[in-house]
């Protein structure tokens, strides 16, 4: 998590594979990335918006001066409108030396049933949103080696996005059933794991890797974790968002309001602290974190509504540190 209580907040995830990493940043508040090196920043690959208010990025300026001119694309994801508003912040900049810049950016407009794209290129100073295609899409929007993302369509007002990350299924060798076949471990149980076909090379002995594949691997579930911010939260979308977290290991979401606040939170389509724990808790999330809180409360506060989740969601910390800001 990055910010601190009662102001921005930003969540920070490196999808690793052992392989391969995925970096991806969600939301982009004021000063949020103060705590994050500038070339972590740089290397980011993706931009995920919930919603284009002030609070959610105030720190774009920061981020696209890290990642306006690297040499890989940058990919911007947000709600329908996010590209019209990317590209005015875009041109918010005196672009003396665009013709030797080479950087790229695809934004990403997110309706409920396709993905519009628009990209955009430094060398022409930003100016052009030239159209990358529209595709249908089936709640979920990117897919990496690392991870697959779902969107979540939310109510804040209009469209909001909440996101759920996962990383795929991973195969684990039973060392047992290894040994019991008297085989050794080598670079052939690499290309097992990766879905070799046919004939593979075990040591010098040829063997059919399905059979092996079946003998050896195990599947297990790879990590997951959903980000919801800025929503309403009534009966109906409660009943609605629940399955969608059923397989979730870790919830971040925002807990804005306390319980006595309920009708503030749902005149401004936001949260209470404990509607989310009762979201997590009908959904069998393990693991719920509580973020994004608001400015009417004062420290003192933040515990007595910490314990009010708990209550109903005994594993509902805040971030690491919040209760001594």
Avoid at 160 to 189: K, Y
């Amino acid at each position: 998590m990055l910010g601190r209580p009662a102001e921005d907040n930003a969540l920070w995830v490196v999808a690793d594979s052992g392989q391969g990493q995925t970096r991806l940043l969600l939301d982009c508040g004021a000063r949020v990335l103060d705590a994050l090196p500038f070339a972590e920043v740089q290397a980011t690959d993706h931009l995920l918006l919930s919603h284009l208010h002030m609070d959610h990025v105030g720190g774009f300026d920061d981020f696209f001066r890290a990642t306006f001119d690297r040499p890989a694309p940058t990919h911007a994801w947000g709600p329908p409108g996010t590209a019209r508003i990317l590209g005015h912040r875009f041109q918010g900049f005196w672009w003396n030396h665009a013709p030797e810049l080479r950087g790229q950016w695809v934004v990403h407009d997110v309706h409920d049933t396709y993905v519009q794209a628009f990209r955009f290129e430094a060398h022409e100073t930003f100016a052009v949103a030239h159209d990358a295609g529209t595709r249908a899409h089936d709640g979920t929007i990117l897919t990496t080696p690392e991870v697959t993302v779902q969107a979540v369509p939310l109510e804040h007002h209009g469209r909001s996005l909440g996101f759920i990350l996962r990383e795929p299924d991973r195969a684990r060798v039973n060392t047992a059933a290894l040994t019991g076949l008297g085989l050794r471990p080598g670079p052939w149980l690499a290309a097992l794991k990766s879905g070799v076909t046919g004939q593979i090379d075990v040591n010098g002995q040829p063997h059919d890797a399905d059979n092996l594949r079946a003998a050896l691997l195990d599947r297990e579930a790879g990590d997951s974790v959903a980000y919801l911010t800025d929503f309403l939260l009534d009966a109906a979308q409660h009943a609605r968002l629940a399955p969608l977290l059923r397989d979730v290991q870790m919830l971040y979401a925002e807990a804005q309001y306390a319980p006595a606040d309920q009708e503030l939170a749902t005149r401004h389509e936001h949260t209470t602290v404990t509607q989310v724990a009762a979201l997590a808790h009908a959904a069998g999330v393990p693991a719920l974190t509580l973020l994004h809180l608001s400015r009417r409360y004062r420290p003192e506060d933040w515990a007595v509504m910490l314990h009010a989740a708990q209550a109903i969601h005994p594993n509902a910390p805040f971030p690491d540190g919040w209760l001594d800001a």
